[in-house]
């Protein structure tokens, strides 16, 4: 069985990759894996680069377009469906506006695509935040919505997948709502961590130095020219440390009042996994070298979000470093859709219990007891609960 994939939100490719790698045979010898069929982006770069690396030979399959425009009534037919849908509203960093932001409501075209086609299944992917948003009510709205959606509903299995606890070089902690069609005989599980031990964790050390990078050849690995204050500054500063490091000489350190972001100025720490790769953020937030007194290239944030080498981000340098900190870690993604495919192929594989528990509405009750959100004098009432 080969599952027809669509995704909106898609990216740079990192979750269609990721997705495309597991070959699981049942039983009987019956080949389960995915086909992209269409993708969708706002972004032009990130369509280009998922049109180069995931479907060179079907570029028109990659749409560029604004979801809020998209004709989904004219999309080729799927059985598998993706989105990680945007974070804006619900990231920790930030303002948390949720379903009240411009981004917010956007999942609910994730919505708008199971219902128009009733796939077999369906991952939806965004940030840890999500869960508290809206006080908590913006996560158990999408639930509803999503484990209400198409003509059979789903079987939810939403989890906090610790990506480093699966072997990407990166403490990445990221909501997925995995959706098994309520009519199918078939349950999912959340896949048992393959690095469970922090002992065993990939560290950035082993990530950007085995292989070593070869600077002549390599891919999107363009240096950045810092400021001789920048270079001076990062040479007091420790493994794992930042800019509030309190032996950074007086006359080096930041003019900064108010919130201090420990991500500024950040060094990695050869010894562990890194901090969270992202994609915006002005000066000091573009992660730094543990031992160079420098930024992180593109091609190391990518070997961080587990890209090989070969895969190749086109746009100019910031662009490719908001592609690749916004995607999801090909390695995560390879995890989790490898455990659908075992559980449609009825493979067995080791698993253990998700973050939340029970059915929708049982989460509904004892979470929310009949709450009221209010925001910019806007109100969201679950009269249903």
């Not at 309520?182 to 964790?201: F, G, Q």
């Not at 800019?243 to 003019?255: M, S, T, V």
């Amino acid at each position: 069985m080969q599952f027809k994939k669509g995704e909106l939100f898609c990216g740079p490719g990192g979750l269609s990759y990721g997705a495309s790698i597991p070959e699981i045979y049942n039983s009987a010898g019956e080949e389960f894996s995915v086909k992209h069929v269409w993708a969708n982006d706002f972004d032009e770069d990130t369509c280009k680069t998922f049109r180069h690396n995931i479907c060179p030979s079907n570029p028109d399959s990659v749409i560029h377009e604004d979801v809020r425009k998209l004709n989904i009534n004219d999309l080729e037919e799927i059985d598998a469906f993706s989105f990680g849908f945007p974070c804006n509203d619900y990231s920790s960093v930030g303002e948390k506006k949720g379903f009240f932001g411009e981004f917010g409501p956007l999942y609910t075209y994730g919505v708008k695509v199971l219902n128009r086609f009733n796939p077999k299944w369906f991952l939806a992917e965004n940030v840890s935040g999500l869960e508290s948003a809206n006080e908590g009510g913006a996560f158990l709205k999408i639930l509803e919505d999503l484990e209400n959606a198409g003509e059979h509903g789903y079987e939810l299995t939403p989890h906090l997948y610790k990506f480093e606890e699966y072997g990407v070089p990166q403490a990445r902690h990221r909501i997925i709502i995995v959706g098994i069609r309520k009519d199918l005989d078939v349950k999912y599980n959340i896949p048992k961590p393959t690095h469970e031990n922090p002992s065993s964790w990939i560290t950035s050390k082993q990530a950007l130095e085995d292989p070593k990078i070869d600077v002549k050849t390599a891919l999107n690995h363009e240096f950045t020219k810092h400021q001789d204050k920048v270079v001076e500054m990062l040479s007091h500063i420790p493994k794992g440390k930042n800019a509030w490091y309190e032996k950074i000489p007086p006359h080096l350190r930041l003019n900064v009042k108010g919130a201090r972001l420990s991500n500024i100025y950040k060094r990695l720490h050869p010894d562990y996994p890194a901090y969270t790769v992202t994609g915006s953020g002005g000066g000091g937030t573009h992660m730094y070298h543990y031992e160079e007194n420098r930024a992180l290239t593109n091609r190391e944030r990518a070997r961080l979000q587990t890209f090989p080498d070969e895969f190749e981000f086109i746009g100019g340098k910031e662009s490719v470093r908001k592609q690749i900190g916004m995607a999801v870690p090909p390695l995560g993604a390879k995890v989790i859709v490898e455990a659908v495919l075992k559980s449609f192929a009825g493979v067995p594989y080791a698993s253990v219990e998700p973050k939340w528990q029970g059915t929708v509405k049982e989460v509904l009750k004892g979470n929310m007891k009949k709450r009221k959100l209010k925001s910019e004098g806007k109100q969201l009432t679950f009269d249903n609960i």
